[in-house]
């Protein structure tokens, strides 16, 4: 099995197709070959969902962002009812240590989504920030805001 996580513990449906273990992914609704940073964000889909809230009808996983000539994929962004972004989330597998380079690689996201909300993890570390948009700063917060849309 996966490696435990900073999180609750949750039920997942997994299956073996041609000796690969998958995933149940709620908000693709479909299997996905488990990865340790599939496991991530199956976990902090799992967590957003399930203790924060955050519904599964305005999550979007794996989501294509083109910035400049590159396309980009966030992991996870949740969506406000009028469909504006309000949380993205990069997540990295358990062995990955969440430096400056992940924190730089979600703002660059953010310029173009424009969020309220960044959250990084590797499932054992979460950091979470808000963007003052004025002071074109993050403020970290010591926990994730529960969904209130």
């Not at 955050?54 to 910035?67: D, G, N």
């Not at 960044?118 to 969904?147: R, W």
Request: charged share 25%.
């Amino acid at each position: 099995m996966m490696q435990k996580l900073n999180y609750p513990s949750f039920t997942f449906k997994l299956k073996t197709n041609e000796n690969k273990t998958l995933i149940f992914d709620i908000v693709r609704k479909k299997y996905v070959t488990l990865t340790p940073e599939e496991w991530v964000r199956q976990n902090t889909i799992h967590y957003l969902f399930k203790e924060k809230n955050y519904p599964i009808s305005l999550m979007a996983v794996e989501k294509q962002l083109k910035i400049r000539t590159l396309r980009k994929r966030i992991d996870i962004v949740s969506y406000t009812n009028d469909g504006i972004p309000f949380l993205i989330v990069e997540c990295k597998a358990p062995s990955v240590q969440i430096s400056q380079d992940t924190f730089d690689q979600i703002a660059r996201y953010n310029l173009k989504l424009e969020a309220q909300i960044l959250m990084v993890t590797n499932g054992i570390s979460h950091y979470y920030c808000v963007m003052n948009h004025k002071k074109q700063a993050y403020e970290f917060l010591s926990e994730l805001p529960d969904a209130q849309f």
